[in-house]
């Protein structure tokens, strides 16, 4: 029979069948069954849905298992909340815009008004007609 290269560590191996593409190996097995849940997961709502309920319910039954394995493994935890905060400081980098705006006291009101691009040494460049409208009305801020 033809050897196969295994899909997880790419040691060549011989099939027991022509669909087999991961070796004998525990480790590839145990590759082979997280890609499988994986693409699961991604693909079948039903069972993403029976997977979050499962997972769910064994959590309530496990109230203090991860305080627990946290406990039981603290550099896995400190290194885990050094990542976490790079990757909050990376997020946090690349906002472009938030909630927290601030309103016109006096918004200008609705009509059609002319603007006219200025450059940098004040001359003026491109004009534009555009019409402001009131989409919704925002409370005053000493209604919020």
Known sequence: MET???????????PRSKTQNYCVHPECQRERRRR??????REDADYRD???RSS???ASENPDYWRQYRN????YTEHNRTLQQQRNRKHKASVIANEDVSYL???PPAGRYRM?????DGTPGDVWIVEIAVLAAIPAAEDV
């Open 4 to 14: 196969k290269t295994c899909n997880a560590c790419g040691r060549t191996f011989t």
């Open 36 to 41: 499988w849940q994986q693409k699961k997961r």
């Open 50 to 52: 029976n997977d979050a």
């Open 56 to 58: 769910k319910a064994w």
């Open 72 to 75: 039981r493994n603290s550099s």
């Open 105 to 107: 006291i006096n918004p």
């Open 116 to 120: 006219v691009k200025i450059s940098n």
